[in-house]
């Protein structure tokens, strides 16, 4: 099916321990920040996103964190589990672009059972 | 409810052919767009299009086209593929309505594996 490229960063961890994927972005005056989770064979899915005018948020099982000193986006997932094995893109989205998201290149995200 | 529906999933070309991507979705969404994605790297938008009758470039556009004469249809023309444009190619869409005080939101299809000799 579908899948994402063989060459990106990977993170791999132990089922039950926490995850932390990191993201560097380049435009300063990004409105929103944005988590997706690419599953292989399936297009990216939505995980969570915040805006530039917050450092935290958080969903179920995963938070996100904003340093924008640093350009510095990171999701955290909470016990980690297999299903949550798949490549994650951040992304980012300015107000004055509208409709335009620009991506990340991707982490790609292994659970040892 | 179907979501984001593209067809064909795997395609052949040869270098010089034509083909159309097919993207339509059931969702009444006004925005709509076409991403490339190569190995190593993240998604890159080619087109995309705010409301029927709309379009406008992304990051990539070049060899490719689009229209939106309906709102739940977005095709994708390659008028003449090269090697350079094989790639995965996902259509997206949300509502857009958040825009101004929420992020774009996108809602993906399941993509389209197109490889041109």
């Known amino acids: 099916g579908e899948s994402v490229g063989l060459h990106l960063p990977t993170l791999s961890v132990q089922e039950g321990d926490n995850s932390i994927i990191n993201c560097a972005y380049s435009n300063s005056a990004s409105d929103y920040f944005i988590w997706y989770k690419q599953e292989s064979g399936k297009g990216p899915q939505f995980i969570i996103d915040?805006?530039?005018?917050?450092d935290k948020r958080q969903g179920q099982r995963v938070t996100v964190l904003l340093n924008k000193t640093v350009k510095h986006l990171s999701l955290q997932i909470a016990a980690t589990q297999p299903g949550d094995s798949a490549v994650y893109f951040c992304a980012e989205n300015s107000v004055d672009s509208s409709y335009k998201l620009i991506f990340g290149s991707g982490t790609r995200l292994l659970v040892r059972p | 409810n179907a979501g984001v529906t593209q067809t064909p999933k795997f395609q052949v070309l040869k270098t010089g052919q034509s083909m159309t991507l097919q993207c339509a979705q059931d969702?009444?969404?006004?925005?709509m767009s076409w991403y490339r994605q190569d190995p190593g790297m993240g998604l890159r938008l080619i087109h995309y299009?705010?409301?029927?009758?709309?379009?406008d470039q992304g990051e990539v556009p070049n060899g490719y086209n689009v229209s939106r004469s309906t709102t739940e249809d977005f095709p994708l023309r390659l008028l003449s593929a090269a090697p350079s444009q094989t790639s995965v190619y996902f259509c997206?869409?949300?509502?857009?309505?958040?825009?101004?005080?929420?992020?774009?939101?996108?809602?993906f299809g399941a993509g389209s594996r197109l490889t041109v000799l």
């Open positions: 915040i805006r530039s005018n917050m």
């Open positions: 299009s705010v409301g029927a009758g709309i379009t």
């Open positions: 997206a869409s949300s509502s857009g309505q958040g825009i101004s005080t929420g992020a774009n939101v996108l809602t």
């Open positions: 969702m009444n969404h006004e925005y």
